[in-house]
């Protein structure tokens, strides 16, 4: 069955999209945690960090130049951004499609809740 994010992927459900290629999507998260707050998801349903292969490896380093050319466009390039994968339960991962978060906006205090 599809992800919900290969949905948002294929425009089978709405979502605000910002930047879209072959390879990957970059949209809108719908529960911002900061002023800006995207995610960077492969167009390729793979789960989870665990499950990327050999293959993947074009695909995962474009994810980067995606998440700098998306943090230019919104303009958080210079006062700096944060990105972060989560992987499984420990993580607190929720969509088993794998996903980068662009987050930036404001200053993000310390990595992790202590
Ligand atoms: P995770 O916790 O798996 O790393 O992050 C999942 C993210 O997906 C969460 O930040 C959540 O707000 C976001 N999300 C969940 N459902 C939807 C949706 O239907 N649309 C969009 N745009 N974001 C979603």
């Known amino acids: 069955m ?3 994010f290969s949905k948002i992927v294929h425009g089978e459900i709405p979502a605000d999209i910002v930047y879209q290629d072959e390879m990957v999507t970059a949209f809108k998260d719908i529960n911002p ?4 707050h995207i ?18 490896e074009q695909m995962l380093g ?5 998440a700098r050319q998306v943090a230019r466009d919104l303009n958080i ?8 994968i989560n992987c499984r339960g420990d993580a607190g ?3 088993f499609h794998l ?3 662009l987050l930036g906006g404001r200053k993000l205090g310390p990595m992790l809740a202590k």
């Open 93 to 95: 991962q929720e969509v």
């Open 33 to 36: 945690i900061a002023p800006v």
């Open 77 to 84: 390039d210079q006062s700096g951004y944060r990105l972060l």
């Open 99 to 101: 996903h980068m978060h």
């Open 39 to 56: 995610l960077i998801v492969p167009n390729k349903e793979i789960a989870t960090v665990n499950d990327v292969a050999p293959e993947d």
């Open 62 to 66: 474009h994810m980067f130049v995606v």
């Open 2 to 4: 599809a992800t919900l």
